[in-house]
């Protein structure tokens, strides 16, 4: 059985991707920062999957090397959790300073880190790593400087990555504005209900899985 960790799991793409490999027979360990929303969310999961929810910050190096020791046989890393940053969306000219720190922090630092940390594992098993990336982190959209350059550096590092380590596969993936959360908080929830669910994207991601094409950076209508 194939063994995958998802962050953000408790919903969004996270949580929809998580539905999608438990079908497909995955066993998984999920983590989030929402104890109750992650634990909601394994319950609702295939029944006969064999699923871990370990709740926790991915900004918190205690959580990380939780997930690392949970996780001895690896065959997937998906670093989803992400931050958007300081909302109303700012202009860079005047981006709280601090806040951008700690997007930092939790949009790139922390995924690296989650890497270090679960590699011997990935490396033993020729597994993957899949970063989600975004559309801000290659065009110019007003506002999201802040969440773009966070992007942005989690694509070089994936880009990096992928030639550092050839014994595994290092996607980075721009799932595209999807249904949730996070996009409504950055441009309403009327505009983001307009937005395709995530549950598309998942399926687009599971084919990308199983397809297991050299790493690089894709889109979702290149998934299509």
Request: glycine letters at 8%; proline letters at 6%.
């Amino acid at each position: 059985m194939k063994h995958a960790l998802i962050t953000g799991a408790s919903r969004g793409l996270g949580l929809a991707l998580a539905r999608s490999l438990a079908a497909d027979g995955w066993a998984l360990t999920l983590t989030a920062r929402g104890e109750e929303d992650l634990h909601c969310a394994a319950f609702d999961l295939d029944t006969s999957a064999d699923v871990t929810a370990i709740a926790g910050d991915v900004t918190d190096p205690a959580h990380r090397a939780r997930l690392a020791e949970a996780v001895p046989r690896l065959d997937l890393l998906v670093n989803n959790a992400s931050g958007l940053g300081a909302v109303p969306l700012p202009p860079l000219a005047g981006y709280p300073l601090d806040d951008l720190r700690d997007l930092f922090e939790t949009n790139v630092i922390a995924p690296l880190a989650l890497i270090q940390a679960t590699l011997p594992a990935l490396r033993a098993r020729g597994g993957a790593v899949l970063n989600i990336s975004s559309d801000a982190a290659v065009e110019p959209y007003e506002g999201w400087g802040g969440y773009g350059a966070t992007k942005a550096a989690l694509d070089q590092i994936s880009n990096v990555l992928a030639v550092e380590e050839p014994g595994i596969t290092v996607w980075w993936v721009d799932p595209g504005e999807m249904r949730t959360r996070m996009l409504a908080d950055a441009v309403g929830a009327e505009e983001a209900a307009a937005a395709p669910e995530p549950e598309t994207v998942a399926s687009a991601l599971l084919r990308l899985i199983a397809a297991r094409p050299a790493g690089g950076r894709f889109t979702r209508d290149a998934l299509e």
